[in-house]
């Protein structure tokens, strides 16, 4: 009999380990999408799990995945201002978040290559002028 009760608790302990809640599911799945390069339907995807699952560990990593997609090299639809802005908000959503290193990180390479492009827009307006004379 305990023999029979020691296997029951073993499988229910292993079973317990392969559960999945449904927002770690879905980030399974946007994370399917995005290795796949349908950055589109994965940014779709992260945002759903980011509103449904709210202040879930799936929901701090869909807001991540949203900053990080729009900075991707891959992503042919990647947008450096969107990043920011998602970073932004997992920076205040998740002020103690497993990724806030990163985010931190990126919010200052976002904000220094404004920084550049503004600079360097207003040299090229700069040299225009002066050749133009």
């Not at 029951?8 to 399974?28: D, W």
């Not at 799936?58 to 991540?64: D, N, T, V």
């Not at 201002?81 to 200052?108: H, M």
Request: charged share 25%; aromatic share 12%; proline share 2%.
């Amino acid at each position: 009999m305990f023999l029979v009760v020691c296997l029951a608790i073993l499988t229910l302990v292993r079973c317990a380990g392969q559960i999945m809640t449904a927002g770690a599911r879905a980030l399974a799945e946007a994370d399917s999408l995005f290795n796949a390069g349908d950055y589109v339907h994965a940014r779709m995807e992260y945002a759903k799990i980011r509103d449904e699952h709210p202040k879930t560990e799936a929901a701090e990593k869909a807001q991540y995945k949203l900053g990080y997609l729009n900075i991707y090299y891959g992503n042919p639809f990647a947008d450096w201002e969107a990043a920011l802005r998602e970073f932004t908000k997992y920076q205040s959503l998740y002020p103690e978040g497993k990724k806030i290193e990163d985010v931190n990180c990126w919010i200052n390479i976002l904000h220094s290559v404004q920084s550049y492009e503004a600079g360097y827009s207003s040299s090229a307006y700069q040299a225009r002028k002066l050749e133009d004379k």
